[in-house]
């Protein structure tokens, strides 16, 4: 069973406490049409929460643990809001669907609920497609400020905890808060730096922005600047020689890209990258390209040990010539890294 879950009652088909699928039909019930189940990060299903409290009632989950090859990682939220409409998800459309009714049944009584699906569970009629089980909690009583602080804390970029004590409350998790109920540690989502010109980092910042990336660009053309916009990046800056640069604000969750094929930029640019603390950093180019750029780094005195964190060529797939392929390629190579 499930480390700290102690206290959360687990409801079973036909306990008189719940009875699987058989919830109030007046109530609109939750459909896959109603999930947002691109807006997974913590960040989407906090401000999904967070609204939907404003409003009226909402449940906010967690997966508290799995068993085999679950979809989402312990510590993945959802939340669920009266009229079912879902933000997260936790497996296939069947289970999810099953998840947002249980939630729906959790805000109606205001008690908490754990739920385990797939091996071991007591809902036998919902399977789990790639075998093994998982575990999530659902709170009808988060509090709403709580969750603001939690969210602050993730939009400064710093990781957070959330406690899911068994009263059915959520708390911005603080020391020792874990030793009762469940505490998920949230991340900030993943961020993209993509410093460049030309088709390639627009089609990078797409994948990305796909991926949910946030996103940052540099760049000395307007026409992508102007595309990063578009895409929703939270930073654009203009480059105008490679002397002046701005200020970087990379954290262990951002990655660095270089996508320039006049290479005047890339010297300056990596060396102030590789003193930072992104967790990647590459550039595109051949070896020859790579070999070029780490001798004028070598040049410019940047230590050994640092021009080792440079990536390049970059990509899971060598030599590949049309952009949206190459972005894919580089995207997979930095999702691997950050694994």
């Known amino acids: 069973m ?6 959360w009652p687990l409801f079973r088909a036909g306990s008189g406490k719940f009875s699987l699928l058989r919830l109030d039909h007046t109530r609109r019930k939750p459909s896959l049409a109603s999930m947002s189940l691109a807006d997974a990060a913590p960040e989407d299903v906090l401000s999904f929460a967070i609204r939907s409290l404003a409003e009226g009632p909402c449940a906010l ?10 979809v989402r990682a312990p510590g993945a939220l959802f939340a669920v809001r009266g009229d079912g409409a879902m933000a997260g998800y936790v497996s296939n459309g069947c289970v999810d669907a099953d998840i947002a009714e249980q939630a729906l049944g959790a805000l109606a009584e205001e ?10 569970s007591p809902f036998t009629d919902v399977r789990l497609p790639c075998g093994g089980a998982v575990e999530v909690l659902i709170a009808p009583h988060p509090c709403r400020e709580e969750l603001e602080a939690a969210l602050s804390a993730l939009h400064s970029r710093s990781p957070v ?4 004590p068994p009263d059915g409350t959520v708390a911005h998790a603080r020391a020792g808060a874990a030793e009762n109920g469940f505490a998920a540690q949230l991340l900030p989502r993943l961020r993209l730096r993509v410093v460049g010109r030309g088709a390639e980092p627009v089609a990078l910042m797409r994948v990305a922005r796909a991926a949910g990336f946030a996103l940052s660009c540099w760049s000395p053309d307007e026409d992508v600047l102007a595309e990063a916009g578009r895409l929703g990046a939270e930073e654009r800056h203009a480059l105008l020689t490679p002397q002046r640069l701005p200020e970087e604000a990379d954290d262990p969750r951002t990655a660095v ?8 930029w890339e010297p300056p640019v990596l060396a102030q990258a590789l003193a930072g603390r992104a ?3 590459g550039a595109l180019g051949s070896r020859r390209a790579q070999a070029a750029r780490r001798q004028a780094l070598e040049e410019m005195g940047v230590e050994e040990a640092m021009i080792g964190r440079l990536h390049g060529p970059i990509g899971l797939v060598p030599s590949l010539r049309d952009a949206p392929a190459v972005a894919v390629s580089i995207l997979a190579e930095i999702i691997a890294a950050a694994r």
């Open 2 to 7: 499930w480390r700290g879950g102690r206290g």
């Open 61 to 70: 989950g967690v997966v508290a643990e799995t068993v085999g090859g679950g």
């Open 111 to 120: 008690a908490p609920r754990r739920l385990r699906y797939g091996e071991g």
């Open 161 to 164: 905890g959330l406690h899911f």
């Open 257 to 264: 890209v270089l996508l320039f094929h006049d290479h005047d």
């Open 279 to 281: 967790f990647y950093i």
